[in-house]
């Protein structure tokens, strides 16, 4: 368990995440005033003192430390819907910012969204931003007449998620994001996806589409890297961003396993590239993984490409079936990891004083055009 971390102050605080986020706006409970063992158990009293009046929410990739305090547990869309649907006056998002943004985006005018941790960040998320999108934009407006349907996953901020509801887009979750893409398609001719690449490639071709059909626009390079004739011809251009946690299972990773223990069936999340979750026996959404596993039967043995947490909590749910991460390195989401018990700690005493910090607060005008996105997609889903 690590709990240790300490900054000084303890101010209420409302930031938005497209501002910088400084250390000093941070809560402070120091080691010396709280051991370990006496921050979980003044986190157990709060979070039982307050539960009439706080919902926390907990991402399948958090420690387990934080997950012990969660209402809900899921993923990206489960904890989406969870927000839209919770009546408690306060909602803990224990995840990372942009699904914090997206519980502002939904919740009730006399709500409240809290995010323990103000860094919790999203590396795939940062990989996108509005300046590039609009150049991206209109990009592809000067090289095609087709109409294109511009999707982006939820692992975005909330002015990505508004450039989708006002270009008649829609927002997706690993878990439906083929049905997302089949809507879009019947919106359009063509789909600009970001800024995952790699669940846009691996659902896609699921669907059917060749990869000779696919290109990448990369921010970085003049024209994303692409010719008008490539644009022409691709029906799907996908966006140069992918997870650091996920980018870290490899084909070699999957050979390893077929070699060494032939009788492992390899189950990947979707981010993962297109050569493992192509080799794997079978890939899914967080929620996929976890039911296949579960169904299962006893003696089954899984080699797991998706973040560590989940791997080692899904073993010690499952003890009768040999589960194992994939990598030997033991992929972690080092941001989820930011939520820490005494954050969490924190948060909770400044509410129970009457002064919250750490609140998530999503503008107006973003929040309305987000919003037409998010529930565009609730709807489909």
Wanted: charged residues 25%; proline residues 4%; aromatic residues 8%.
């Amino acid at each position: 368990m690590d709990l240790k971390l300490s900054v000084n102050n303890s101010k209420t605080t409302s930031i938005n995440f497209h501002d910088n986020v400084k250390d000093d706006y941070l809560p402070s409970i120091s080691e010396a005033e709280l051991s370990d063992e006496k921050v979980l158990n003044e986190l157990d009293q709060l979070h039982a003192e307050l539960r009439d009046q706080v919902i926390v929410l907990g991402h399948h990739y958090q420690q387990d430390d934080i997950i012990r305090y969660a209402d809900v547990t899921g993923d990206s869309l489960a904890l989406a819907r969870e927000a839209k649907a919770s009546t408690r006056r306060y909602i803990m998002f224990c995840g990372v910012h942009f699904m914090a943004e997206t519980a502002d985006i939904l919740k009730r005018l006399d709500q409240t969204v809290i995010l323990p941790d103000l860094h919790a960040g999203c590396s795939m998320a940062d990989m996108a931003n509005r300046q590039y999108i609009d150049q991206a934009w209109s990009t592809l407006e000067q090289w095609t007449k087709a109409r294109v349907i511009p999707v982006t996953y939820i692992n975005s901020d909330a002015k990505l998620k508004a450039f989708v509801g006002d270009h008649h887009g829609v927002i997706c979750t690993s878990s439906n994001a083929e049905k997302i893409i089949r809507w879009a398609f019947a919106q359009g001719e063509k789909l600009l996806f970001f800024p995952d690449q790699h669940l846009g490639r691996n659902t896609c071709y699921k669907m059917g589409i060749p990869l000779d059909q696919m290109v990448v626009y990369n921010p970085t390079m003049w024209n994303g890297g692409l010719t008008p004739e490539q644009v022409h011809k691709a029906k799907v251009i996908l966006w140069y961003g992918y997870c650091s946690v996920h980018q870290g299972f490899t084909l070699e990773h999957i050979k390893r396993i077929r070699a060494h223990r032939p009788e492992t069936t390899v189950i990947v999340h979707p981010e993962c590239c297109f050569d493992v979750t192509h080799n794997a026996d079978v890939a899914g959404s967080t929620n996929f993984i976890i039911d296949y596993i579960r169904k299962a039967p006893a003696g089954t043995s899984f080699a797991v490409g998706t973040e560590i947490n989940l791997v080692n909590r899904l073993a010690r749910e499952f003890p009768d079936k040999t589960i194992f991460s994939l990598s030997p390195y033991q992929c972690l989401c080092t941001t989820m990891y930011r939520i820490r018990p005494r954050w969490l700690l924190a948060t909770y005493r400044a509410i129970k004083a009457g002064s919250p910090i750490n609140i998530i607060r999503v503008d107006e005008d973003t929040k309305r055009s987000a919003l037409v996105a998010l529930e565009r997609m609730l709807a489909i889903s």
